[in-house]
């Protein structure tokens, strides 16, 4: 498992998705969202992924930080994320980003681990037959 530890979150990549943990933190600033996108990259190197981000420690996103977190030319290859909440307060704020922002990517909220990981399994697997479709064009 190949890990990068930030600020305020820890990025890992295994069985192949990214997941995104944030630590108990007042607030993640834009230039943290910069720091995960480019690990998520790395970890992807170049090719289509998933992200599980793990926000159960309900942390607050600055405005700037969201709207780069929902701009997909800063993370083309992401093909969905599944946010995995466990109170109330996180769910609505999960929901306000999808509301506000439009991330141009698939984002589902979860409170199971393993839903929200065999709703990712099912995202890629859609994404490689469509790319399968298209290359045969």
Same mark, same amino acid.
Request: proline share 4%; net charge positive.
């Given at each position: 498992?190949?890990?990068?530890?930030?600020?305020?979150?820890?990025?890992?990549?295994?069985?192949?998705?990214?997941?995104?943990?944030?630590?108990?933190?007042?607030?993640?600033?834009?230039?943290?969202?910069?720091?995960?996108?480019?690990?998520?990259?790395?970890?992807?190197?170049?090719?289509?992924?998933?992200?599980?981000?793990?926000?159960?420690?309900?942390?607050?996103?600055?405005?700037?930080?969201?709207?780069?977190?929902?701009?997909?030319?800063?993370?083309?290859?992401?093909?969905?994320?599944?946010?995995?909440?466990?109170? *109330?307060?996180?769910?609505?704020?999960?929901?306000?980003?999808?509301?506000?922002?439009?991330?141009?990517?698939?984002?589902?909220?979860?409170?199971?681990?393993?839903?929200? *990981?065999?709703?990712?399994?099912?995202?890629?697997?859609?994404?490689?037959?469509?790319?399968?479709?298209?290359?045969?064009?």
């Amino acid at each position: 498992m190949q890990k990068i530890d930030l600020l305020t979150a820890t990025v890992t990549f295994k069985n192949n998705v990214i997941y995104v943990i944030f630590k108990e933190v007042p607030e993640v600033p834009a230039t943290e969202i910069l720091a995960i996108i480019k690990a998520c990259q790395e970890f992807s190197k170049g090719k289509p992924f998933c992200v599980l981000t793990d926000m159960r420690n309900f942390i607050e996103v600055t405005p700037e930080g969201r709207e780069l977190a929902a701009d997909r030319s800063r993370n083309p290859n992401l093909i969905a994320n599944a946010v995995l909440v466990k109170k *109330l307060g996180a769910r609505l704020h999960a929901g306000v980003f999808q509301e506000v922002n439009r991330p141009q990517h698939l984002i589902e909220i979860f409170n199971d681990e393993n839903e929200a *990981l065999e709703w990712l399994r099912a995202q890629q697997k859609k994404a490689e037959k469509s790319k399968i479709r298209v290359s045969n064009k």
